[in-house]
C-alpha cells in the first residue's frame, strides 16, 4: 500500500466528488480501488469529515443510518466473523457504515455493541495489565505498536480503552515505557 501525502488525498477525494456529483462518503472510498484507505484520510485528518472540510467539500453530517439499520448490521457482521466486531472489521468492510457513524449514534464503539445485544470487547482489568499487553505486543512487533495493531488483535484490549485511560495513543505508550508513535511531516 502506497502512503499518499495529504495534497493527494485532498486531490482524491476531490477528483471522486466530481465523478459521483457529491460529496464522497467513506462507502464510496472503500469501494473504489483507485481511492487511498479510510485509515490514511483518518490519519492525516483525524476524520473523514475533517479531510472533507479541508478538501472544501460539505461534510457528510446528514447522511443518517437509522438506529435499527445500524444495529442490524452489527448483528450480522457479528454472525459473519463468529464473534463480536471491532473497529478494524468496520473499517475494512466496504458493506459497512464508518466506524464514525456508529460512535456519533451510539456515542461509543461499545454502546453501539451493547445496542445491538453483543458482547463488549475485552478491555483490561487494570493499567498495570493494559501496560504489560502493550509491552507484549512491542515485543513482537520490535516496536512501539501503532493503535491499529491493536485494533487488530483480538488478544489485546481496542485502542480506544487505551485512549479512554491515558487521553491520547502516546501517553499509552509512554506509560509502558515504549517510544511514542511519531507523525511524519507532509
Known sequence: MIKC????LIARLQEKAKELGRTPRIEDAKTDPRMPPYSQY???FNSWNG???IAGLTPNINYCHSKAELIAKLQQKARELGRTPRIADIMEDASLPSYGTFQNCFGTWNKALENAGLYLNKAHRSREEGVRLLQKKAAELGRSPKSTDVDIDMDM???SSYIKIYG???NA???AGLEPIRKVAQ
Open 5 to 8: 501525502s495529504k495534497a493527494e
Open 42 to 44: 483518518y490519519t492525516a
Open 51 to 53: 479531510a472533507l472540510e
Open 157 to 159: 484490549p481496542p485502542s
Open 168 to 170: 491520547r495513543w502516546n
Open 173 to 175: 505508550l509512554k506509560a
